[in-house]
């Protein structure tokens, strides 16, 4: 089984920057697609970027298409999300999930792992 770890949250002005990380112990975090959520209070859980296994193939949400970049880096076991022109309005919980299948897809409930969540707050 595999549990993902987040880190790298944190509270930023807008307009900085953070990068994310999601780390996870076993190998075969390496061959599975990996997703980046996100939950602010009172609001559903919400896709925000994928990565497939090889790292090749990127899916991102219209909202952070253009300010967030996912990447991963398999000899750490590990995917980023770094995040720039950060806005009070990418305030919230995030949160990583993995899944053996195919990337790509966007809805919380077709991932089988998850991490616990890293807090990220951007004041105005």
């Known amino acids: 089984q595999v549990q993902p770890v987040e880190s790298g949250g944190g509270l930023v002005q807008a307009g900085g920057s953070l990068r994310l990380s999601c780390a996870a112990s076993?190998?075969?975090?390496?061959?599975?697609?990996v997703a980046w959520f996100r939950q602010a209070p009172g609001n559903e859980r919400e896709f925000v970027a994928a990565?497939?296994?090889?790292?090749?193939?990127?899916y991102y949400a219209d909202s952070v298409k253009g300010r967030f970049t996912i990447s991963r880096d398999k000899g750490k076991n590990t995917v980023y999300l770094q995040m720039n022109s950060l806005k009070p309005e990418d305030t919230a919980l995030y949160y990583c999930a993995a899944d053996p299948r195919a990337a790509g897809r966007r809805a919380p409930d077709e991932y089988d792992y998850w991490g616990q969540g890293t807090q990220v707050t951007v004041s105005s």
């Open positions: 990565v497939d296994w090889s790292g090749v193939t990127k």
């Open positions: 076993r190998r075969t975090f390496s061959t599975y697609a």
